[in-house]
């Protein structure tokens, strides 16, 4: 069964390093997201691409965060530098469209921040 | 802006049937979802249900849809040990298509 692939599924890292997410989507789906979700919260949308393009990176903190699809099918989201409190997991999901519908999810990387 | 709302609990037997409720505000929501999360795992999808759906059966899970209320439910008959996760609500924002949240049901399973 197809799935997406993340990595590393666990960072520890010092405040002001940086840091970076991996993510393959299942093939052939054009929509890739990037959520944050912190522990007992859903999950907050940080970006999203359609291809290799940005729809939508209006929650990114774009002074530490970037994320890119440089060919419109694997992504890296990059922190720099990183902040105790983004310490969260860190899921990518992927999905057929950008309607929404059945967007798939990735094990995420849980991050922590020491 | 749009908001879904969801109980953060619900304690149940195992056996018994599970109703987990969630109210969205969005009343042009397309596609409405619940997802499941394991402790330490990302999300599942467990099903969803098109807005001129009132019903939606799979197996063991019943969505049920009233979009003059914009509630949603999710049962789980014969509730199991296996079935201990957070749920999660989610619609489709029609302004931009995105998924909407709801904070999450934990399901706590009682022997």
């Known amino acids: 069964e197809a799935e997406v692939a993340q990595s590393p599924r666990y960072k520890i890292t010092e405040k002001s390093q940086a840091v970076a997410f991996w993510c393959d989507p299942i093939?052939?789906?054009?929509?890739l997201y990037w959520y944050r979700q912190i522990l007992g919260q859903g999950p907050e949308l940080l970006v999203q691409?359609?291809?290799?393009?940005?729809?939508?990176d209006s929650q990114l903190p774009k002074d530490r965060f970037s994320a890119e699809r440089l060919k419109g099918v694997d992504s890296t989201l990059k922190i720099q530098p990183a902040e105790l409190g983004d310490s969260a997991m860190y899921l990518c999901?992927?999905?057929?469209?950008?309607?929404?519908?059945?967007?798939?999810f990735g094990q995420g990387t849980r991050l922590t921040v020491v | 802006g749009e908001d879904v709302e969801q109980s953060l609990f619900l304690s149940v037997r195992e056996g018994d049937s599970s109703v987990i409720n969630c109210t969205y505000t969005?009343?042009?929501?397309?596609?409405l979802y619940w997802y499941k999360q394991e402790p330490g795992a990302g999300l599942q999808l467990l099903t969803y249900?098109?807005?001129n759906m009132d019903m939606k059966q799979d197996q063991r899970l019943t969505v049920l849809l009233n979009k003059k209320d914009k509630h949603l439910s999710l049962r789980i008959a014969d509730t199991q040990t296996g079935d201990s996760a957070i749920y999660f609500c989610?619609?489709?924002?029609?302004?931009?298509?995105?998924?909407?949240w709801g904070a999450g049901t934990k399901l706590i399973i009682k022997p």
């Open positions: 989610a619609e489709t924002a029609r302004s931009n298509y995105q998924l909407i």
């Open positions: 249900i098109f807005s």
């Open positions: 969005d009343s042009s929501s397309t596609y």
């Open positions: 999901a992927s999905s057929l469209g950008s309607g929404g519908r059945e967007a798939f």
């Open positions: 093939s052939g789906h054009a929509t």
């Open positions: 691409f359609q291809d290799e393009s940005v729809v939508d």
